[in-house]
């Protein structure tokens, strides 16, 4: 049986960051994430498919991150928005956990 990958679209704006990010998420073998660096392109990838979380990395102004907030939720009132202000990969992965506790998506919610 195949276990169903949460999906992730991370957006933040330093690309080292980003991708420091995607790297850790996509170590799990139950989570697959896709990053962004401008708002366009995570608008144009949330509207291509569908995300269980958004993940907002550093360096997002507050005037963008409330306008994604209300973009995301108005498209999925659903959707799982976590702010990521950084630290190890262990908080990374305890804030997407914790998110998913939340509402379960998936019985295999640990990295």
Not at 46 to 63: A, M, N
Not at 77 to 86: A, D, K, N, S, V
Request: charged share 25%; aromatic share 6%.
């Amino acid at each position: 049986m195949e276990t169903v990958k949460v999906n992730i679209l991370a957006i933040g704006r330093h690309e080292e960051i980003l991708e420091t990010v995607l790297r850790i998420i996509n170590k799990s073998e139950n989570w697959i994430a896709q990053g962004a660096l401008t708002d366009e392109k995570a608008i144009a990838l949330f509207e291509e498919q569908k995300f269980d979380i958004v993940l907002l990395s550093g360096g997002i102004k507050e005037e963008c991150e409330a306008e994604l907030r209300a973009t995301f939720t108005q498209k999925d009132p659903e959707i799982i928005i976590i702010q990521h202000y950084g630290g190890g990969s262990g908080l990374l992965s305890n804030e997407i956990i914790y998110a998913l506790s939340k509402r379960t998506i998936s019985p295999n919610l640990n990295s």
